[in-house]
Each structure stands twice: as structure tokens, then as C-alpha cells.
């Protein structure tokens, strides 16, 4: 279940289009307006809290995960629902969302994003959180 969350998040990781365009960007994703979000893996820890920022970026542990490894490398991103920001792109530490309150149990990080109206579902987004029709394109570079 952490595998495909996690293969989920990277995909979110590269572009959050806020809205869709028929005309195609240089790299193949749509043009117009976007968040951009970079999920950046390092081998050493982040000290710095970086929460009440202005950021579009993450910091993960990098490793590879093998089935064998009892000591698996891993990082939450918690997502929250709200207009598209970085609340905590530390996860090495504990997680707060946009507001300071923490979340979650352990450590992570924390990303802010609409309820998506283009995805069908059996609910509707809470007319009290921000929603919008979006669509998440990524890309795996290094």
C-alpha cells in the first residue's frame, strides 16, 4: 500500500496543472497555468524545520528498497486539502500542515492540494475546502 502511495506521490511530484490545455508544452505536458512541485531525494538528513514558506519543494531520503532490506528507506507525504503549497518540504522531521498543527505519526512531509473535481468519484469535494479540476503529470529525472 506505502509502494503505490509512494509511486502516486511521485508522479505528483513533477507538475500539478491547474487546469488542462489542448496545446502541449516542450515536454509533453500541457501548457498553462501549473504548480510546479520538485520531490528532491538526498542521502543526508535536512536539519531545517522549512515549514511557513514560500516553496515548491520536497526533501525525501533517497535509497533503493529491496524486498531482502530490513531497514527499508521511506518518507511520508501527507497531503491536505487546501490551495496548492508546500507546508512542510522537510521529511526527515516531524510533519506540520499549513496552519503549524501536527500531523500524522512519525515523520514527513507535508503538501497541500485542491479537492479534484476531474476525477470521477462516488463523492463530492466539501463546498468549505478548496477544490479545482486539475491534472497531475510527472516525470522521473537523474
Known sequence: MKKVLLIGLAVLSTV???TSSGAGG???APSG??????IIGVDNPKNS???ASNRHTIFVALGATKASDPNPVETDIWLTPGEFQVCDGNGFDAAYDCSGKLIGRGNG???QLPCNTAVPTDFTCDQSKASA???VWGRALG
Do not use: D, E, K
Open 16 to 18: 500539478c496543472a491547474a
Open 33 to 38: 497555468p501549473h504548480y510546479n512541485l520538485n
Open 109 to 111: 512531509a507535508v503538501f
Open 49 to 51: 524545520p522549512m515549514t
Open 133 to 135: 479540476s486539475y491534472q
Open 26 to 28: 516542450g515536454n509533453g
